[in-house]
T-cell receptor, first 114, second 114 residues
Framework: AQSVSQHNHHVILSEAASLELGCNYSYGGTVNLFWYVQYPGQHLQLLLKYFSGDPLVKGIKGFEAEFIKSKFSFNLRKPSVQWSDTAEYFCAVNAGAGRRALTFGSGTRLQVQP | DAGVIQSPRHEVTEMGQEVTLRCKPISGHDYLFWYRQTMMRGLELLIYFNNNVPIDDSGMPEDRFSAKMPNASFSTLKIQPSEPRDSAVYFC????????????FGQGTRLTVV
């Protein structure tokens, strides 16, 4: 069965600091990878996605992620965070042909201090 | 499009009562997912449908939970009888059954069973 690990449960940064959130998945075949963001009290919104092609994916609000197949990783990065980036971030995967449902990681709560 | 619409947004009920959560997917989407979010267990897939047919209900916790999709524009998740441990945020999501597409989430229903 596919699984997703997010090792950082709670990250606190100051504004303008750089961000990297780790995500590892366990599945040996073809995967589709996603990062979703959940602002306080809101629903999940897609930040970016990877299906194939360039392993460096750019998303909304200055976020990017790099797919490293050999490491089964899909880490999220942002060079300079803002207070408005305070939210919970979820890595998700769906794996295998025909598998449409997402498996989510446990989430990383990011707190950006002004 | 108004996105995925869930109702009610909040539900408080007494233990033992029946609870019905509702979801209207994005028009044209042929996949519908029900997720549950709790602090302890994160985001869990409960069940998902393709073209109104349940594909995987292995995440449904027990027989007290049931889900239906009578047509392409409506789904329900029912809990009968409800228990305090069912308290969570329940999200509905929908997606298109074509490659390289993501799931879109509703605002969620916050259920509190007292």
């Amino acid at each position: 069965a596919q699984s997703v690990s997010q090792h950082n449960h709670h990250v606190i940064l100051s504004e303008a600091a750089s961000l990297e959130l780790g995500c590892n998945y366990s599945y040996g075949g073809t995967v589709n990878l996603f990062w979703y963001v959940q602002y306080p009290g809101q629903h999940l919104q897609l930040l970016l996605k990877y299906f194939s092609g360039d392993p460096l994916v750019k998303g909304i609000k200055g976020f990017e992620a790099e797919f490293i197949k050999s490491k089964f990783s899909f880490n999220l990065r942002k060079p300079s965070v803002q207070w408005s980036d305070t939210a919970e971030y979820f890595c998700a995967v769906n794996a295998g042909a025909g598998r449409r449902a997402l498996t989510f990681g446990s989430g990383t709560r990011l707190q950006v201090q002004p | 499009d108004a996105g995925v619409i869930q109702s009610p947004r909040h539900e408080v009920t007494e233990m033992g009562q029946e609870v019905t959560l509702r979801c209207k997917p994005i028009s044209g989407h042929d996949y519908l997912f029900w997720y549950r979010q709790t602090m302890m267990r994160g985001l869990e897939l409960l069940i998902y449908f393709n073209n109104n047919v349940p594909i995987d209900d292995s995440g449904m916790p027990e027989d007290r939970f049931s889900a239906k999709m009578p047509n392409a524009s409506f789904s329900t998740l029912k809990i009968q009888p409800s228990e305090p441990r069912d308290s969570a945020v329940y999200f509905c999501a929908s997606s298109l059954g074509v490659p390289n597409t993501e799931a879109f989430f509703g605002q969620g229903t916050r259920l509190t069973v007292v």
